[in-house]
């Protein structure tokens, strides 16, 4: 379950990209905004303070930041399957600069008004 920004241009445009390299529909997803991702985050709450951008959960637990795009991105087809060599990087280091672009996205990239509306064929990957 991917758990994005739903008014964020990046993030929308990011989700767009995974469903087009995410063969196997392994991944579902939900606005940060909508009830599903409260109830999903409740357990997690103390742990996501000032996460406002991606968040993965998974059977093995719960990623954020750069190393929940790091997890996304080793399910999928395509150039982005290489990404996870950037854990080479440390992860503070990592952090820090998706920190950096997160703070920035909206004047970056703009917002919108309301969240993404799925596709009907897309709906059934998108909770509420």
């Known amino acids: 379950m991917i758990l994005f920004d ?3 241009n990046l993030c929308n445009a990011s989700v767009q990209s995974i469903i087009k390299r ?3 529909a392994l991944f579902h997803f939900a606005s940060l905004q909508s009830g599903s991702a409260e109830e ?3 357990p ?3 742990a996501l ?5 991606i968040v993965l ?3 093995d637990g719960i990623y954020i930041k750069s190393e929940a795009v790091l997890q996304i991105s ?3 087809s395509g150039f982005v399957r290489v990404l996870p060599i950037f854990r080479i990087i440390p992860k503070s280091l990592r952090d820090a600069i998706y920190d950096w672009i997160a703070r920035n996205r909206y004047g970056w990239f703009g917002k919108r008004e309301v969240c993404m509306i799925p596709t009907p064929d897309l709906e059934s990957r998108f909770l509420p």
Do not use: A
């Open 6 to 8: 739903g008014i964020c």
């Open 22 to 24: 995410d063969k196997r």
């Open 40 to 42: 999903l985050l409740k």
């Open 44 to 46: 997690y709450k103390t």
């Open 49 to 53: 303070e000032g996460v406002d951008s």
């Open 57 to 59: 959960l998974t059977d």
């Open 74 to 76: 080793r399910s999928l």
